[in-house]
């Protein structure tokens, strides 16, 4: 079964870090460019960021330009996402998704970043 | 400007039929990048339902179709039934961005 499972989610506080992970299983996932979406309480999905199948070449929304960044790690199927100067608008629930001729075509089921003193 | 403009709701009977707009500019849309659809509903992962303008990925119902012309696409749902409740997205490539964006989100609600 093809799945993307987020995990590293939770409370932190304004102005702190996180990072976040999304586990692949069921394909191969180094074939792939992987992205992260959000989206904020009551609010539509936001595009985030974008990495290459190889990891080197990302792309980064202006939103979060400077304070997010995306890796991945081919040999643990993982790919990550770095959250740095957290705001309280950067609470939004995380998404990761594969990359199929430019279409999302596996998401995974999300996780929940919490931004808040 | 780089948006992708979407009507906030729609809504139709079981049943209907009802399309769900997706207007972009010269530098998504109109530059000829494929538009993507999907299907979001709440506490669930979104769903691709249309893939490069009017693909289904398997396992999506005929009653989803898509199309483009010019800078706008749109999204068409025949025969509405309850389950088709749930949030609409389009997404396409923005050359001025040089990313990717998706429109604000169309909520479908069955009468």
């Known amino acids: 079964e093809v799945l993307l499972v987020e995990s590293g989610g939770g409370l932190v506080q304004p102005g702190g870090s996180l990072r976040i992970s999304c586990a692949a299983s069921?394909?191969?996932?180094?074939?792939?460019?992987m992205h992260w979406v959000r989206q904020a309480p009551g609010k539509g999905l936001e595009y985030l960021s974008a990495?290459?199948?190889?990891?080197?070449?990302?792309y980064t929304a202006n939103s979060v330009k400077g304070r997010f960044t995306l890796s991945r790690d081919n040999s643990k199927n993982t790919l990550y996402l770095h959250m740095g100067s957290l705001r309280t608008e950067d609470m939004a629930v995380y998404y990761c998704?594969?990359?199929?001729?430019?279409?999302?075509?596996?998401w995974g089921q999300g996780t929940m970043v919490t931004v808040s003193s | 400007q780089s948006v992708l403009t979407q009507p906030p709701s729609v809504s139709g009977a079981p049943g209907q039929r009802v399309t769900i707009s997706c207007t972009g500019s010269?530098?998504?849309?109109?530059?000829?990048?494929?538009v993507h659809w999907y299907q979001h509903l709440p506490g669930t992962a979104p769903k691709l339902l249309i893939y490069?303008?009017?693909n289904r990925p398997s396992g999506v119902p005929d009653r989803f179709s898509g199309s483009k012309s010019g800078t706008s696409a749109s999204l068409a749902i025949t025969g509405l039934q309850a389950e088709d409740e749930a949030d609409y997205y389009c997404q396409s490539y923005d050359s001025s961005l040089s990313g990717e964006l998706f429109g604000g989100g169309t909520k479908l609600t069955v009468l």
């Open positions: 998704a594969r990359d199929t001729v430019g279409a999302f075509d596996v």
């Open positions: 490069g303008n009017n």
């Open positions: 010269s530098s998504n849309i109109g530059a000829g990048f494929d």
């Open positions: 990495i290459n199948s190889h990891g080197d070449s990302t």
């Open positions: 069921g394909f191969s996932f180094s074939r792939h460019a």
